[in-house]
């Protein structure tokens, strides 16, 4: 069965940018899974959805095998300035809300379709991680670093910025699919 899911359908949900491209290109890479063992980010070995629950960089490429096309989608914000912490936390609440909904989208063409969001998964308060299993496993992503992937070259290989300009902000995600 062929996708029928258009970039117009796509950016109807409300991203600024997208392109289909060829997950055969994504580099998986060690040195970005050991950015998050370093704590760049504050969540490696406290949710299910980061490293070192989400798995080895290895399987990632192995769970990536399997699919044939790829869409990365993006939220950008423009910012007063640099300084502009509501404008970012509001493109993160955006982007993430609109991830959720083009994940929908997907599965209703692709129910095995790999999510691949942006940043930590912060839909409850306090993760189960370790004691009990995730209490929302369809709505949980984990993210394209977590995966291996360095972001601004996945970016410029599906044909899109990683930045817009001074003042911007661009939240990236992809979805893998058949």
Same mark, same amino acid.
């Given at each position: ?102 994940? @929908?989208?997907? &599965?209703?063409? =692709?129910?095995?379709?790999?999510? %691949?969001? !942006?940043? +930590? ?5 306090? *993760?189960?991680?370790?004691? @009990?299993?995730? &209490?929302?496993? =369809?709505?949980?992503?984990?993210? %394209?670093? !977590?995966? +291996? ?5 996945? *970016? ?23």
């Amino acid at each position: 069965m062929e996708n029928k899911i258009t970039l117009d359908d796509v950016l109807a949900i409300g991203f600024e940018h997208a392109a289909f491209f060829d997950p055969a290109n994504l580099e998986f890479r060690q040195e970005v899974r050991e950015m998050c063992a370093a704590g760049k980010c504050h969540m490696y070995d406290k949710c299910w959805s980061c490293p070192p629950a989400c798995g080895t960089v290895e399987e990632s490429v192995e769970k990536a095998k399997k699919y044939t096309k790829a869409v990365m989608i993006q939220t950008t914000a423009v910012m007063e300035d640099s300084f502009d912490f509501e404008t970012m936390m509001q493109a993160a609440k955006d982007h993430k809300e609109r991830f959720g909904k083009v994940v @929908e989208l997907f &599965r209703t063409e =692709d129910p095995d379709c790999l999510p %691949m969001g !942006a940043g +930590g998964c912060n839909i409850c308060k306090k *993760c189960t991680y370790p004691d @009990e299993p995730c &209490r929302f496993p =369809d709505k949980a992503f984990t993210s %394209m670093e !977590a995966y +291996g992937l360095y972001v601004a070259g996945e *970016c410029k290989k599906a044909g899109l910025e990683y930045n817009y300009g001074p003042n911007t902000l661009t939240y990236s995600s992809c979805i893998l699919f058949n």
